[in-house]
Structures are given as structure tokens and as C-alpha cells.
């Protein structure tokens, strides 16, 4: 089975199973024929790369991860695409599609399971509603994993890969950086999809560091003061962290001093390195 970019054979497809798109799930499908293998390209699949892909929808993508990788695991909340998948998918004999919702599956056992001795990455068309809870998951919880490619709407990209001490940082960028060397691959137009988001998307790539960009203390408290530093981006440090870590505003004065930071700087105006400063002096 192939050509499963093809808006004909999707609607067929989909008529013969009954199934109707739900906007609570994030199914935007894909339906511009370049995208998916340009995407399983540059995003490590190989010989011996196992690959885990979040939300297959009809297995538009999973079946070019199916091309050029080992063994594909496909994760899937909707149990109604499963028999679509069974269909699309029976080509493959690489492949597991898995009917679970990725914020509760134990992912550290399933990579032990199923990829020992392999190199393991991450590609996926993201269900916009949880991209960054789930980016951040898989960056946080330690996992194996080499690479994260995925495709997430346009400004949460620019947001993610924006160079830190700039306007267009934010915690999540900061938190992007401090596990893994983020950078947007391509975008991609909102007429890509069926049915058609209101916002264009881009491909982004995160390599994932082996250990953290910055040598932290605590990066609970690291976290801690990058969320309250942005919590109110708009003012200077001193009110945004004595509010949002609930401490005096002299004792946040002396910190920053303490750190050679000007008391008029705000957050997006901070390096890694001065956030992991103030974090370690708390
Ligand atoms: N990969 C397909 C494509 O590119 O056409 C579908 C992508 S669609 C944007 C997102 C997919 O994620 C849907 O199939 C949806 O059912 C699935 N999904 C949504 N929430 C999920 C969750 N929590 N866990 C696993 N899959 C989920």
C-alpha cells in the first residue's frame, strides 16, 4: 500500500472504515506527497536505528520510517486506526503499532523491550494540542534516544529553535537547549494537510545531548527560576523572579548583583550559563 498522501485513497480509506476526523485528537493528516520522506530522511532512520513515531494517524509517515529502518514502533491513542493501520501497514513486517496514549506509556521499558542494541530516534507529526508536553517528556526523563524530529505549528518551532538571549526566547526554549542542539529543518504550508490547520508547521530536529548543555546544581530549581523568570517576561528580573519565586525583591537584588547581572535586564535577555548562575546561588 502506498501513496497514502494521496487525498483520494486517504477519503476512500477512511470511508471504508467509517472513520471521521476528530479535532480533540490533532488529526491534521498529511497529504503533500514530499514531506514524510524528506522527513524519515533527516531524521536518523537507518540499518539498525530503531524508530518510535508518535501518532501515525493512517501511516502516512510510518510507512517510509518502515522503508528505511530496522523496526518502527507506532504509538496510537485512536483504537478506531488501528484496523486502518493494520491495512496500510501490511506490507511491513518492521513494524508495531501500539494503541496507547504517549503521556502514559513507560517509554524507558518500551525502548528496553523492543530496541536493545540499537540506536534509537524519535519522528513524528505531532498532535499540536500536547507538542510540548510531549517534546518535553522525551527530553526529560533521561531516555536513550539520539534524536527528536518532528513537526510542530511554525511559531512553537521559531520558539523552540530561537537562539537563547534573543526576543523570540522563552522558557521553552531554554529548555529545549539545555538537552538537546535544536534547529528548524523546513516548513511546511497549512494546505499540507487534510483537513487544513489555520496555522502553517515546520519540521524541527533536536539532537539529544548525552549530558546537559549546562552543569546545574539542582535542575529542578534550574527550571524553577527559568519558568518564573518568563512567568511575566514583559518586566525586569527583579520583579518577575521575586514574585514568581515568592522571595523578597533585596534578596533577588543581591542575587543578580552576586551574579554581575543588571538589575534592568529581563529574562529573554539571559544566557543559559546566567540562569544556571542565579539557580546555583539560590
Ligand atoms: N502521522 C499522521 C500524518 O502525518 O498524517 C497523523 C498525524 S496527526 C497530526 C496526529 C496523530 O496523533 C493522530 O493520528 C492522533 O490520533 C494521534 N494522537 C493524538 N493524541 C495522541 C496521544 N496522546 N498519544 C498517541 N497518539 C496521539
Known sequence: MNRLSDIGTIKEILSKHG?????????????????????????????NVGVIEIGPGIGVLTTELCKLSSKVIAIEIDK??????????????????????VMKIDLKKLIEDEFQGMQVVVCANLPYYITSPVIMRLLEESLPIEAITVMVQKEAAQRMCAEIGTRQSGAVTVAVNFYSKPKVLFNVSAGSFI???KVDSAVIRL???????????????????????????RKTLPNSLSSGLGL?????????TECNLSLNLRAEQLKLEDFKNIADKI
Open 19 to 47: 472513520f471521521s476526523f476528530s479535532k480533540g485528537l490533532g488529526q491534521n493528516f498529511l497529504i503533500n506527497p514530499s514531506v514524510c520522506p524528506r522527513m524519515a530522511e533527516m531524521s536518523g532512520a537507518g540499518e
Open 80 to 101: 478506531r486506526l488501528i484496523p486502518v493501520l493494520d491495512e496500510t501497514l501490511s506490507d511491513f513486517d518492521n513494524v508495531k503499532v501500539i494503541n496507547e496514549d
Open 195 to 197: 483537513p487544513a490547520p
Open 207 to 233: 539532537d539529544v545531548l548525552k549530558t546537559p548543555s549546562v552543569d546545574v546544581k539542582d535542575s529542578k530549581k534550574f527550571f524553577r527560576v527559568v519558568k518564573a523568570a518568563f512567568s511575566q517576561r
Open 248 to 256: 523578597p525583591k533585596s534578596e533577588v537584588n543581591n542575587l543578580l
